[in-house]
């Protein structure tokens, strides 16, 4: 299992540390507000679905993992994630 600390800015990021065998991710925020989209296309401040501080979310497939885009709505922000 691999994990990562992403830090989530004013452009939207990916996630970085899954590999070929990685099945599922969770994402947990851990400061100020994030919004992502699973598609590939880019969030924004305003749209995107939307996670508060201390949320979580399970990414259920490889599709959604190597799709997945963040950015935060206002302060940068910090998600602990964790692959399988």
Known sequence: MNNEVLTVG?????????DDTTRKAMITVETDQIRYWV????PSA????L??????VV???RNEI?????IRVTLDATCQVSYV
């Open 39 to 42: 598609d590939g296309n880019d």
């Open 10 to 18: 004013a452009t939207a990021v990916p996630l970085n540390r899954y």
């Open 66 to 70: 190597k799709h997945f885009k963040a």
């Open 51 to 56: 996670l508060e501080a201390g949320d979580a």
């Open 46 to 49: 305003s749209a995107g679905h």
């Open 59 to 61: 990414l259920e497939t």
